[in-house]
């Protein structure tokens, strides 16, 4: 089993759609959470880190559930510059960050 | 502009050839990792340094070799390269918490016949 596991994808969405990844993580000593975002053959750009309490930048949404170890992302309203790939990351607790596979988005028009 | 360099961008070579592939960071970073990525494995970490002169296996180091004589450079060594080392590498640094953010450079995509 995957340390940090995401659906691949892809998820085909139109324009205008919501959409949310989950990914869930086997280590309950990890302490940080992030989304990253990689474009095709580009390398992978901070999205936003996952916060405890759940926290939002503008159509972005990112939730924590220690409980159940997963992390989602919601992306409301969605636009065609949003197709990419995006990789939830977790530290270990090692100050290593490990980084899922990566779930894939294409929106269109 | 805060960036991270690595050169070159794209290398096919043979089995054998040694090679080297240079990582530079003007953030005045601490921390530095190199990573492959592969279809269906996502990014896995090669080699990472904490500071200088500071190194340490990451999950795949088999193969590879890395030095951190300066701050900003950290450099990827393929001493015999052989096919299963064909991949995209990013090299990557970012201050010291792993609570920070973490820059990539723009990758290299390494061919090995």
């Known amino acids: 089993r995957k340390e940090v596991e995401q659906d691949p994808g892809p998820f085909n969405v139109p324009e205008g759609a919501t959409v949310a990844f989950n990914c869930t993580y086997s280590?309950?000593?990890?302490?940080?959470f992030f989304w990253y975002r990689q474009d095709c053959r580009k390398e992978p750009k901070l999205l936003m880190s996952?916060?405890?309490s759940g926290n939002e930048d503008g159509r972005f949404t990112a939730q924590l559930n220690r409980a159940s170890q997963y992390i989602s992302l919601l992306i409301r309203d969605s636009k065609l510059s949003d197709s990419a790939t995006y990789l939830c990351?977790?530290?270990?607790?090692?100050?290593?960050?490990?980084f899922g596979t990566g779930t894939r988005l294409q929106v269109f028009p | 502009e805060a960036q991270v360099t690595q050169n070159p961008r794209y290398l096919i070579t043979v089995t054998g050839k040694k090679l080297t592939v240079t990582c530079s960071q003007n953030?005045?970073?601490?921390?530095m990792s190199w990573y492959r990525q592969d279809p269906g494995l996502g990014l896995r970490q090669i080699y990472y340094?904490?500071?200088?002169?500071?190194?340490d296996k990451g999950d795949v180091p088999e193969g590879y070799k890395v030095s951190r004589k300066e701050k900003r450079n950290f450099p990827l060594i393929l001493e015999s390269p052989s096919p299963n080392q064909t991949s995209l590498y990013f090299c990557?640094?970012?201050?010291?918490?792993?609570?920070?953010?973490?820059?990539f450079g723009p990758g290299t995509r390494l061919t090995v016949l």
């Open positions: 990557a640094s970012r201050e010291r918490m792993s609570t920070n953010e973490q820059f």
């Open positions: 990351v977790v530290n270990r607790g090692t100050d290593k960050l490990i």
């Open positions: 953030m005045n970073h601490e921390y």
């Open positions: 996952v916060y405890s």
């Open positions: 340094s904490m500071n200088v002169e500071v190194t």
């Open positions: 280590n309950s000593a990890s302490q940080s």
